[in-house]
């Protein structure tokens, strides 16, 4: 589905708590065409309690550019009619947010799809850095890239 461009992408990366409802209503603000909102809230998981924090690095500006070039095409392929992303940088806890995409449209289809291609490519071209801190004080690591994150960004080429 290929759409001419009707919305300008809300991109916002930092270390503040992410506000889901404020920025799905955000999205709507002032629009009375919007039939579908999608809303992919991504949490830090305590990975059975073994996690105390995920602590996440990004360089300021380089992050936002990427995050706004995927975004871009996103709205090039969905006749999207609100795109906001939101992504925490800094030190994040167990059950916090780190990631939020809302994408509305007319329809659910776009709105779904367009969530799910931004999900597939901020998690293989977005430049953030995860480290692992353990909850028993040990040192963890920088969590290496997914081969299957990379596969899913593959379903999408034209």
């Known amino acids: 589905m290929t759409?001419?461009?009707?919305?300008?992408?809300s991109i916002r990366v930092g270390p503040e708590p992410v506000d889901v409802a404020g920025e799905q209503a955000a999205a709507c603000a002032g629009r009375s065409d919007i039939g579908a909102v999608v809303a992919f809230t991504g949490l830090c998981r305590d990975e059975g309690?073994?996690?105390?924090a995920l602590e996440l690095e990004h360089y300021p500006g380089m992050a936002e550019a990427e995050i706004g070039r995927i975004a871009d095409e996103a709205v090039t392929r969905w006749p999207l009619l609100g795109l906001r992303v939101v992504h925490r940088s800094g030190r994040v806890l167990p059950g916090e947010t780190?990631?939020?995409?809302?994408?509305?449209?007319a329809h659910r289809a776009a709105a779904f799809e367009a969530a799910a291609f931004l999900m597939d490519f901020l998690k293989t071209r977005a430049p953030f850095w995860k480290k692992e801190h353990r909850a028993d004080g040990s040192a963890g690591g920088w969590v290496a890239a997914k081969d299957e994150d990379d596969a899913a960004t593959e379903r999408w080429a034209r």
């Open 3 to 9: 759409a001419v461009a009707a919305v300008t992408p």
């Open 49 to 52: 309690g073994q996690l105390a």
């Open 98 to 105: 780190i990631v939020l995409v809302v994408a509305a449209s």
